[in-house]
């Protein structure tokens, strides 16, 4: 069943979207799986701002998995410093490659690999093959917990249930990156409320 929450929070997000999505190099057409994922991979703890300044030096000095084995950790560390976390970066990095040839192409597989989560698992997938997929971060996880105040749930397993709920899955890509960054740019610890598209129906917003 459709409840006419969802869709409205659904349809409202998509249009919103028409105008306002951030333009990130790795959300170029015909980036490769690997492109995508390395860029998500290094997107759950750092800015976006900040991956964009390494993200074309990083696929230009290991344009793949291959290229991983051959380097140094030395190598990888050069490139990532600048994000932080370079050390326990550089390690999984060169463990996944060490272990792969080609990265996985289901969520199961992804999570297995080191310090690879459903955030990067479900983004991968869902910007890289469009497959319909709920992509939670931290941002996201307050949208919804705003939007639907109490019907949000406490597990993160529920979470990715309930995500999965609203998720079209015709235009899964469009609506998880209008998601991600109506997360990072309006709903934010303050957010203008009187001016979003939610406020009418938003647990959290002037009603
Ligand atoms: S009404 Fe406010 S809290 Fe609710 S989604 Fe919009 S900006 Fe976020």
New binding site residues.
């Given amino acids: 069943m459709v409840l006419a929450k969802d869709e409205e929070f659904r349809s409202s997000l998509l249009e919103w979207s028409t105008e306002n999505l951030r333009e990130f190099p790795w959300r170029e057409p015909q980036r490769s799986l690997y492109e995508v994922f390395v860029a998500e991979f290094f997107l759950t703890q750092t800015p976006a701002e900040n991956v964009s300044s390494v993200y074309p030096t990083f696929l230009e000095k290991f344009p793949s998995l291959e290229a991983i084995q051959e380097a140094n950790k030395e190598d990888l560390v050069d490139v990532i410093e600048p994000l932080g976390f370079y050390n326990m970066r550089s390690e999984a990095l060169q463990s996944i490659a060490d272990e792969n040839d080609t990265l996985p192409v289901t969520v199961e597989g992804l999570t297995e690999l080191q310090r690879v989560g459903s955030y990067v698992a479900n983004a991968t997938l869902c910007f890289a093959q469009d497959e319909s997929l709920p992509v939670l971060d931290r941002n996201v996880e307050r ?1 919804y917990s ?2 639907f105040g109490d019907e949000w749930p406490e597990s993160p397993q529920e979470q990715l249930e309930f995500a999965e709920r609203l998720v079209p899955k015709d235009e899964a890509r469009t609506y998880n990156l209008a998601l991600l960054d109506f997360g990072a740019s ?2 934010r610890p303050e ?3 009187e001016e ?4 009418g129906y ?1 647990a ?3 009603v």
Wanted: charged share 5%.
């Fill in positions: 949208v705003r939007v309006i709903c957010p203008p409320c979003c598209f939610a406020a938003c959290y917003g002037p």
